[in-house]
């Protein structure tokens, strides 16, 4: 039962433009969220976290929007830079069962100049 | 480099073997996770120490055991290993409980099991 989805395997996108990658969970007692993002044989490497009280959360060009009603959450990168090429892994959390992080399956982005 | 030392990086090995895997946390981090990445599948946690002591467990096969030592490295022992074992095995490490700045991840351990 996969707890985490992330529905596009893939997404391409010009540099400059938005990347929007999104994020879907069933587990009603999860309430702590993270990006992560991966290059290959390295491991993840953390972007941006939202608290469950909260429905928006920007850093710089990684904004992280909920809704916790459609329990959705998405990544907005602006610009999208070459660099940004990468897989994304939402995770989520629950207090109740400490850190544990039950992470998604993974959006590959590529980012083109 | 992250801070989190894993080794080694890439292990191949045969059916029944078995195998360690070591962890070396960022400097000041009391938690170490353990996580199993396998082919077209995201991470899947296996379990979590904190400063010496198993804090929580996931989907970890009994085959599969771990500790945290004093100095607060970890080592996670896979047994009787299998072909569905081949996977990535990452370790990662965190300063106590929060998870405001995730946590910070190693490079992981490619094991291949043939």
């Known amino acids: 039962d996969q707890q985490v989805k992330q529905n596009s395997p893939s997404l391409s996108v010009q540099e400059g433009r938005i990347s929007i990658l999104n994020c879907d969970y069933t587990?009603?007692?999860?309430?702590?969220f993270l990006w992560y993002k991966k290059y290959p044989a390295e491991g993840p490497t953390f972007l941006i976290s939202?608290?469950?009280?909260?429905d928006k959360n920007e850093d710089g060009r990684f904004t992280v929007f909920l809704n916790k009603s459609a329990k959705h959450l998405s990544l907005h990168i602006v610009p999208s830079q070459p660099g940004d090429s990468a897989v994304y892994f939402c995770?989520?959390?629950?207090?109740?069962?400490?850190?544990?992080?039950?992470f998604g399956g993974g959006t590959r982005v590529l980012v083109k100049p | 480099d992250s801070g989190v030392t894993q080794t080694p990086k890439h292990l191949i090995t045969a059916t029944g073997q078995r195998v360690t895997l070591r962890c070396s946390p960022r400097?000041?981090?009391?938690?170490v996770y353990w996580y199993q990445q396998s082919l077209d599948q995201g991470l899947q946690f296996l379990i979590q120490?904190?400063?010496?002591?198993?804090?929580a467990k996931g989907n970890i096969l009994e085959r599969f055991s771990a500790q945290q030592f004093p100095d607060l490295h970890s080592e996670l022992n896979l047994s009787s290993l299998e072909l569905g074992d081949s996977a990535l095995y990452f370790c990662?490490?965190?300063?106590?409980?929060?998870?405001?700045?995730?946590?910070?991840f190693g490079s992981g351990t490619r094991l291949t099991v043939v």
């Open positions: 990662a490490s965190s300063v106590g409980d929060t998870l405001q700045y995730g946590y910070t």
């Open positions: 587990n009603s007692m999860f309430d702590y």
């Open positions: 939202i608290s469950s009280i909260k």
């Open positions: 995770a989520a959390s629950a207090e109740a069962a400490g850190n544990k992080l039950t």
């Open positions: 400097s000041g981090d009391l938690s």
């Open positions: 120490y904190y400063n010496g002591e198993e804090r």
